[in-house]
């Protein structure tokens, strides 16, 4: 028995591992999905100064409501979606991780339970057993999509407190479809109550284009709930500036459950001063989309396939061992995930550089380790 083993956990943590990935030394590192593209010069020097400033009232509590960036990222996603987003309908914590879960603090917890159609984001049902929230897996297509018609049959019989659908889907790289989200709304209505449904867009921003947000959905739905995060398309992941937008209902009683000035005052200096360089940020994902259709385009010529991807990743195999294959890429000097799927991988689109050596590497592993399904998705 380990020293953690011999506590007095609550039950559905014992046997549970942290959250996280192998990070052994490579020369590329292809696999948390981070945006490759470092910061430009010139929020560099407007971080120095935002933060400067911020730091002389260090001595004082930060904004408890965060209200100046909050009307900054309602403007944001205002512009970016062309739907109207008002600034009592955002809400903002440290990364999108807990965001989600304030919303199982708040609409989740004992005796209640969560939903997500699997494989997807794992964070999702290690935030709901950290709140005590039950969970259940929901249904995709051997392709990874979810069927409609099958997914809302499943809310209505599981009735969940909270439903979660990620999209572009984590670590499938594909989005849903506005009106499966729309009906999986309309499923976590149910007779003598409801649920909440929240849709983890984290990557959204990476979408093909014709792809619509699922913020287009919020009038008239006061339970549904968008997130998203600056991690990924805005290159910000040390920050760890999460958000939502939702009824302002949703962000009124989330304040029931936020600890009281969770968000710093650097935290808020720093993600206002990103936004105000929201075009030159977003310049990089064009790049990044490059370079995943570059992977996308060159894996039939190796006799693998990929799952259609909007997200700054990409799924691909089948390999007859993953986990070898997954090495081999490691001792060439590439490290991708190995997210549990058989027979599938999933790599970060980097830069121009990080996808030549990939792409070379997985060259010499494919003939070796691909299976004899070659290039079917199923």
Known sequence: MTAMEALPLRPELRGRSPYGAPQPPAEHRLN???NPHPLPPALLADLQV??????????RYPDRDATALRADLAG????????QVEPAQVWAANGSNEVLQQVLQTFGGAGRTALGFTPSYS???????????AWVDGHRRPDFTIDPAAAAAQVREVRPDVVFVTSPNNPTGTAVELDTIAALYEATSYDDGAGVLVVDEAY??????GTVSALSLLP?????????????????????????????????????????????SLTQAAARAALAHTEQL????????????????????????SV??????????????????????????????????????RVTAGTTEETDAFLTALGEVAPAHRSSLGGSTA
């Open 32 to 34: 948390t999905n981070e």
């Open 50 to 59: 935002a933060l400067a400033e911020a730091a002389s009232g260090l001595n």
């Open 76 to 83: 944001y996603l205002t512009r970016t979606s062309g739907e």
């Open 123 to 133: 964070m999702h049902p290690i935030l709901s057993a950290g709140t005590g929230t």
């Open 204 to 209: 959204t921003e990476f979408a093909r284009t």
């Open 220 to 264: 008239g739905r006061p339970r549904l709930i968008v997130s998203r995060t600056m991690s990924k398309a805005f290159g910000m992941a040390g920050l760890r500036l999460g958000y939502l937008a939702a009824d302002a209902g949703v962000v009124e009683a989330l304040q029931l459950v936020r600890l009281p000035y969770h968000l710093s």
């Open 282 to 305: 977003l310049a990089t994902v064009d790049l990044v989309r490059a370079e995943r259709d570059r992977i996308v385009e060159a894996l039939p010529g190796m006799g693998l396939t």
């Open 308 to 345: 259609p991807s909007d997200a700054n990743f990409v799924l691909f195999g089948h390999f007859a061992d993953a986990g070898a294959a997954w090495q081999a890429l490691l001792d060439r000097g590439v490290l991708v995930r190995d997210v549990g799927l058989p027979g599938w991988l």
